[in-house]
């Protein structure tokens, strides 16, 4: 198996690589994972940046001291995928960003949907967004990611039609697409928006203004996916086929 994950906030190092790793990250290290000298982790600010390290011993239940010798960056993927998730109800969202970030989505970008039922709004709102976070850091973590996927604020019918102008290729999942997202033609490199409308589906004013935005609509297969699994389904036959799988 490969090394665990654990989250830091630097790489400073003390005299001779000698590194702390303490707080939360180093208590789950210590008492849950109960890892000891000789054994093998991985550090990571979650931006890209990761150390290779080799565990030294422990002090207390909270306290792992590693070996840190160097630092390396992971660059960016390309192309760059953002999955536009349409606000599930319950617990789903946070199932979507899960999955999503285990098959290596870059960017969520939460939606609220004509026919959502569940709204983000005041407090609800911020711990909803930071459920949807911290889950994305856990599964960033459990799948060995060393740049975790960026969950953006909520966006508005017209934020989502901007971020798809923008885009080197947009796509809106809908039934109504006559081409498979299978057979797309995608691009090596630059930006991949693709949207994944609520239970009740996308509504035609806001598929129009997405069509108009330069995103077409397309199907995914044969079977109704709900709405917490179709994004990571999608993303990944898009992986597979840019090549970020191979």
Same mark, same amino acid.
């Given at each position: 198996?490969?090394?665990?994950?654990? $989250?830091?906030?630097?790489?400073?190092?003390?005299? *001779?690589?000698?590194?702390?790793?303490?707080?939360?990250?180093?208590?789950?290290?210590?008492?849950?994972? /109960?890892? /000891?000298? *000789?054994?093998?982790?991985?550090?990571?600010?979650?931006?890209?940046?990761?150390?290779?390290?080799?565990?030294? *011993?422990?002090? *207390?239940?909270?306290?792992?001291?590693?070996?840190?010798?160097?630092?390396?960056?992971?660059? =960016?993927?390309? =192309?760059?995928?953002?999955?536009?998730?349409?606000?599930?109800?319950?617990?789903?969202?946070?199932?979507?960003?899960?999955?999503?970030?285990?098959?290596?989505?870059?960017? $969520?970008?939460?939606?609220?949907?004509?026919?959502?039922?569940?709204?983000?709004?005041?407090?609800?709102?911020?711990?909803?967004?930071?459920?949807?976070?911290?889950?994305?850091?856990?599964?960033?973590?459990?799948?060995?990611?060393?740049?975790?996927?960026?969950?953006?604020?909520?966006?508005?019918?017209?934020?989502?039609?901007?971020?798809? /102008?923008?885009?080197?290729?947009?796509?809106?999942?809908?039934?109504?697409?006559?081409?498979?997202?299978?057979?797309?033609?995608?691009?090596?490199?630059?930006?991949?928006?693709?949207?994944?409308?609520?239970?009740?589906?996308?509504?035609?004013?806001?598929?129009?203004?997405?069509?108009?935005?330069?995103?077409?609509?397309?199907?995914?297969?044969?079977?109704?996916?709900?709405?917490?699994?179709?994004?990571?389904?999608?993303?990944?036959?898009?992986?597979?086929?840019?090549?970020?799988?191979?």
């Amino acid at each position: 198996m490969t090394a665990p994950v654990f $989250v830091v906030g630097h790489f400073d190092a003390g005299g *001779g690589g000698r590194y702390v790793l303490d707080g939360p990250e180093g208590r789950h290290a210590v008492s849950v994972k /109960r890892l /000891r000298a *000789g054994e093998d982790v991985v550090l990571t600010d979650g931006a890209g940046r990761w150390a290779d390290c080799v565990v030294l *011993g422990t002090e *207390g239940k909270d306290r792992l001291i590693v070996q840190l010798d160097s630092v390396s960056e992971e660059p =960016p993927e390309q =192309p760059r995928v953002t999955v536009v998730q349409a606000l599930p109800k319950g617990d789903r969202g946070e199932l979507a960003v899960e999955t999503m970030t285990e098959v290596g989505v870059d960017a $969520v970008v939460p939606w609220a949907a004509a026919r959502c039922i569940t709204q983000w709004k005041g407090e609800r709102g911020a711990r909803a967004l930071a459920k949807w976070r911290a889950t994305a850091r856990e599964a960033g973590k459990q799948s060995r990611r060393v740049r975790f996927p960026e969950v953006a604020e909520a966006a508005t019918t017209k934020q989502v039609a901007a971020l798809l /102008r923008d885009a080197d290729f947009a796509a809106v999942l809908h039934e109504s697409g006559e081409v498979p997202l299978a057979t797309a033609e995608l691009p090596a490199a630059g930006e991949i928006v693709l949207v994944v409308g609520p239970e009740g589906g996308v509504a035609p004013e806001e598929l129009a203004l997405f069509e108009e935005a330069g995103a077409g609509a397309y199907r995914l297969g044969r079977s109704v996916l709900r709405t917490s699994t179709a994004g990571t389904a999608a993303a990944a036959v898009l992986l597979a086929r840019t090549g970020r799988w191979s």
